[in-house]
């Protein structure tokens, strides 16, 4: 409990203070955000906001992870320090963010809405994603087990295993499957961005059923002599995920203090992409791959909004399902304020991810 509070609480003051800061030095460059043509005409008046403020958040996780471990270390030096999978979580987050860094770089460097080819993100976060995916095989515990593992899961892991003919098969199913997530969640959160506060509103909620998740998964850890009934989950580090999905929480609440609507700063896709790796990582190394579909289902519905939108305009040649795409700015077309759209769909987005951590705590319920 006390990693979950100082996680949380040192990501909080690091991002609150930091991301000011951050706006000054942003704005004394000239780093300011380009709003495409097509979109709404009330966001031109967004065009010159700083952008690439998800480095703030970013940098806030990955020290007050540091810095938590490293106050409790001096508490207690018989506490266990970093994990694997607080490793590897922490690279996929930053991996990805580095990934959106270069995409805002080059947008501003070319002073247009556009950056990475879509081509070229793909094949970033395909690479990114083998390397998460292979190393989450790896590093077994004192007990055999590792951060991920080849069966697919929903609540825990499930009897479909993709090592089904073997382990080599197994490792590149995993790998596959493993890009499926990665990529889907980090361009649904990448998608759900564009409105003041909506993304990092949205992602404090997922986060939270991750704090959530992870802490019952670290008290019910079939790891502890205590737990003796079928419900235990096999989870390596669930303390040390918990801890991280404080600290994601911290940091985009001070974030956010600058965010919302009228926003004084942009998350930018540096924000976006490394939320969605965030995550990604959460359900993989949570043994929650499919519950992500539910925990994340705002992510999921305006992702799917686009997709639609694609495919009903090229099998009608032309003819459009929504005023636009994403979901948000079809509704925004409609009429309703910046805000409205916000809050509402953060209530989606809330009664997803009760849902979901109903659905966990359900099946808990159902073994134990």
Request: aromatic share 10%.
């Amino acid at each position: 409990m006390i990693a979950l509070i100082l996680g949380g609480g040192l990501a909080l003051l690091f991002s609150l203070i930091g991301t000011p800061l951050f706006i000054r030095l942003l704005v004394r460059r000239g780093y300011g955000q380009f709003i495409r043509d097509d979109g709404p005409t009330s966001h031109h008046t967004k065009r010159g906001t700083p952008t690439m403020g998800g480095t703030v958040v970013v940098a806030a996780v990955v020290v007050s992870y540091l810095l938590t471990h490293l106050i409790i270390f001096l508490l207690n030096p018989r506490t266990e320090g970093p994990t694997i999978s607080g490793a590897l979580l922490l690279f996929l987050m930053c991996a990805m963010g580095g990934v959106g860094f270069l995409d805002d770089a080059l947008k501003i460097s070319k002073q247009r809405s556009l950056g990475l080819t879509a081509v070229a993100k793909l094949v970033l976060q395909g690479l990114i994603g083998i390397v998460f995916a292979v190393m989450a095989l790896g590093f077994p515990d004192a007990n055999g087990v590792t951060p991920a593992s080849t069966a697919v899961s929903f609540v825990r892991d499930t009897p479909v295993n993709l090592a089904f003919a073997g382990p080599a098969l197994g490792v590149v199913l995993f790998v596959i499957w493993a890009n499926l997530i990665v990529t889907g969640t980090t361009n649904g959160v990448n998608l759900t961005d564009g409105l003041d506060g909506l993304a990092a509103g949205a992602s404090i909620m997922v986060f939270s059923g991750y704090l959530i998740m992870g802490f019952w998964q670290y008290n019910q850890n079939c790891a502890s002599p205590r737990i003796a009934h079928g419900a235990c989950y096999t989870v390596r580090d669930p303390q040390d995920l918990a801890m991280l999905a404080a600290a994601l929480i911290g940091a985009l609440v001070g974030f956010l203090w600058w965010n919302t609507s009228p926003a004084k700063i942009f998350m930018g896709d540096t924000g976006s992409l490394a939320l969605g790796g965030a995550v990604a990582a959460f359900a993989i190394l949570s043994r929650t791959e499919l519950l992500l579909i539910v925990l994340a289902g705002l992510f999921v519905i305006i992702s799917l909004s686009v997709i639609l939108q694609v495919g009903f305009f090229k099998l009608t040649r032309g003819r459009r399902l929504f005023k636009m795409a994403p979901l948000q700015h079809h509704f925004e077309l409609k009429g309703w304020a910046e805000v409205t759209v916000v809050v509402r769909f953060w209530i989606v987005c809330g009664l997803c991810v009760a849902v979901a951590v109903g659905i966990f705590y359900a099946e808990w319920v159902a073994l134990a």
